[in-house]
Every structure is written in structure tokens, then in C-alpha cells.
């Protein structure tokens, strides 16, 4: 059982670390193959995620990946938001947790979809400014290095948000 634990640790914190949040993995993991019932995966979650949550910042601090502008209203939002979603979490049973959970992925995953959909039908990714994308001719599969996916020229090009936003057309 603990090299289970360990190989759903590590697959969640793949994920974290890639800024998605690991209880997309974790939780249902937990639940479906580790038999914990619902209210106990949630609380294993918030557990998990701090220490998780601060190995990758570490990696996205140094590589300037930091909006130091949205910090503050995000963390407002966030901890009330987490008051809130606690108390209304202990009131629900782990049935609705999970059918709530459940439908909050189908939406998440529905709207990555649609946005990959969209971008297929002749919107490329990171808009229309061609000058980014250079000598690779705007192939699709090298724009990640330019549209924040940590390629060794987005440290370059993207260390300066603000100046990216005023440059950027339609990102």
C-alpha cells in the first residue's frame, strides 16, 4: 500500500508542480484506488499541497514566472474563498463531495478542450505577434518555448510581465 501512496503522491505532484493542482490526480486516486472516503482525500489534499505547493514555487520564483501584481487580490480571494468552501464542505455529504468534484472536472475538462478546439481552428497559441515566433516560422510545436512552457528564451522574454502585456497582442 505505501508504494501505491507513493506512486499517487508522485503522479499528483507531476501536476502540481506543473502549476495544475495535484488534487485533479490526488483526490479521485485516493477515493477510487486507496478506498479513503471523499472528506478524507479533500483533507489529505490540503495537506499535500503545502509542501508540494512550495517545491514548485521555488522553481517558478527563480524563473520569474511570479505576478507580483495579482498576488495580493488572489490570496483575499483565495482564503476567503477557502473559509467559505471548508464550512460549506463539512455540511455536505461525501456523495455530493464527490458528484461536485466530478462535475467541477467535466467542466475544467470541457473548457480545455474547446480552448485546444479553438486554437486548431487557425488561432495559434500566443496571438497574432509573429515577431516572437522568429526563424521557427511559427511552428506550433516550438511556440511553447515563447508562450511560457520554460524553454530557455522564455526566461528572456517573459522575466518582465508588465512589459510583456503592453508588447503582446491578444495574449
Known sequence: MIALYIVIG???GVISGMG??????????????ASIPQHGAQAINLLYFLPTAVAALIVHIRNKRIRKDVL???IIGGLTGAVGG?????????EMLQTIFGYFLLIMGGMEIWKGWKQKGGKKPGGGNSAKRG?????????????GAGGPRD???????AQDRSSDSGV
Open 10 to 12: 508522485a503522479l499528483a
Open 135 to 147: 526563424a521557427d516560422g511559427g511552428d506550433p510545436a516550438r511556440e511553447g518555448a515563447y508562450a
Open 72 to 74: 495580493l487580490p488572489l
Open 20 to 33: 495544475i493542482g495535484g488534487g485533479v490526480i490526488l483526490i479521485p486516486a485516493l477515493v477510487f484506488f
Open 86 to 94: 471548508s464550512l460549506l464542505a463539512n455540511r455536505l455529504s461525501g
Open 155 to 161: 526566461r528572456q522574454d517573459h522575466s518582465d510581465h
